[in-house]
């Protein structure tokens, strides 16, 4: 094997141990990682780990990317597992699969939805990782309008929202009436608020059976939306 292919997989799995020690601080001190604090756990100099990632804000970022991409992979692949014209299923096993990877990696998802992290801010490279979930959801809506299942809500919005919206469509959906991604939006944060208060402990001691809260929470979404109920 060439030597610049054992120093390419040396350094590979090198990346790849700096960021499961990062994942465990995540998990006992949250966002509040110190590179010297990894370096100590994996043995090393701190100066070595330089090497591999320049500050505290380049190992966050590649956290925060691969996070991103993992929920959008769950989110993207339970959203196609259903019929495409059964957009509730679809719905429901997207809404599903976001809340699964949530409870699976709570310190990633307090990396990604939790409070900002002090000192640190989130470079373009960030972004379309980040909207891989929301446009996996309101990709659902798109198929609904383009197979003739959903009805178009009446635009009442604000001329300036709608403004807004209308370039955010244009972007992203063309073609998509504002009003109906307003819907869609909508879900997509009230889901998160749904998950984000069973995460940080905001049903503690209110909702004991949380599988059947959230499914009758996220059937709700679904009617705010207008997904059409099974025939």
Known sequence: MPASSIRARVRAEMLDEIKAVARRHLATDGANLSLRAVARD???????????????????????????????????DAAAAPDRL?????WQAACRAARAWALAHPAEYALLYGSPVPGYAAPQDTVLPAQRPPLALVGILRDGLADGRLTVPADDLPTRLHDD???????FFPGMPPALLARGMAGWTQLFGLISFELFGRLNGTVTHRDAYFDHQVGLLA???????PE
């Open 86 to 90: 059964d957009l509730r299923a679809r």
């Open 223 to 229: 009617d705010l939306i207008g997904l059409p109920r």
């Open 165 to 171: 919206l209308t370039e955010l469509a244009d972007m």
């Open 42 to 76: 994996m043995g090393m100099v701190s100066s070595a780990i330089y090497r591999y990632f320049p500050s505290r804000d380049d190992l966050l970022t590649t956290l925060i990317i691969e996070s991103y991409d993992a929920l959008g992979d769950a989110v993207e």
